[in-house]
């Protein structure tokens, strides 16, 4: 029990680091350097008041100084990274995997963050994550290399042609290179057998949400559902960690996945 707590202990305050990531990383400012600060009144915030979820409750979900309110992506993020903390160590206790899928599940928060924000999945974050996954797969004897290459190459290729194929039929933009480069990432860390997995279930949560999405919006009538965007990489994400954790109960009901 008490190392459980520790580890989500230890995950709300990495996903406090990565709220800092993702408000930065769009304004080209250094997330290593200087104190956080308040969105909107960019006030640097004490340390009492930068305590993961507890400041947000007993501020109220505003700012001490300004007291406007402070986006709820700030706790959301914090909590995800509590949670995904508690899931690795129940996953991998003790384990050296946890620094590569701890590594992994990071990118993905930083990664759904922006792209829910910014529409945005930045080759700064995408691309070392696959030379990253890469790397890891040579250096540890659980991951094998030609998996995670193959993985990378057959899942950034297929989405990239996808991509290309959809603009040559439609004359529009169907996803963007962000989602190729984020499947190709998934690949390296997951593997081969991750793509049809993470490629159908994302598509799936990607289809529900979008026509949720038309439904409450009234873009409904003909023509007008089609000019509907969502991002997509929070679909890649969530389908990803959904094989990540998964993937036991998944090899049992599907042999083979």
């Known amino acids: 029990m008490a190392a459980l707590l520790l580890a989500f202990l230890v995950g709300l305050a990495l996903g406090s680091f990565l709220n800092v990531v993702i408000t930065r990383l769009p304004l080209g400012e250094a997330f290593w350097a200087g104190r956080s600060r308040c969105p909107h009144c960019r006030a640097p ?32 993020v914090e909590l995800a990274g509590g949670l995904l903390a508690l899931a690795l160590w129940t996953s991998f206790p003790g384990s050296y995997l946890l620094l590569v899928y701890g590594s992994f599940c990071a990118a993905l928060v930083v990664l759904t963050g922006l792209d829910l924000e910014h529409r945005w999945l930045p080759d700064v974050i995408t691309l070392p994550g696959i030379a990253l996954g890469l790397a890891f ?5 659980q991951l094998s ?3 995670s290459l193959a993985g990378a190459l057959l899942g950034g290729g297929l989405f990239y042609a996808l991509m290309w194929t959809y603009e040559r039929l439609t004359g529009r933009m169907g996803m963007g290179g962000g989602d190729v480069k984020l499947l190709a990432l998934i690949g390296a860390f997951l593997g081969l ?65």
């Not at 979820?53 to 309110?69: A, E, K, N, T, Y």
């Not at 559902?225 to 094989?243: C, D, K, N, Q, S």
């Open 145 to 147: 290399f030609f998996e």
């Open 45 to 76: 915030i004490s340390w009492r008041d930068n305590v993961p979820l507890l400041s947000f409750l007993r501020q109220r979900g505003r700012c001490r100084i300004c007291h406007d309110p402070i986006p709820r992506r700030y706790p959301a």
């Open 193 to 257: 057998k991750a793509l049809p997995f993470v490629i159908l279930v994302s598509a799936a949560l990607g289809s529900l949400v979008g026509i949720a999405v038309v439904l409450i919006s009234g873009n409904w009538r003909p023509g007008d559902w089609r000019a509907t965007a969502i991002p997509f990489g929070p679909f890649l994400a969530g389908a990803a960690l959904l094989y990540l954790f998964g993937h036991p109960a998944l090899a049992r009901l599907l042999p083979g996945v």
């Open 137 to 141: 797969s040579l250096i540890f004897p």
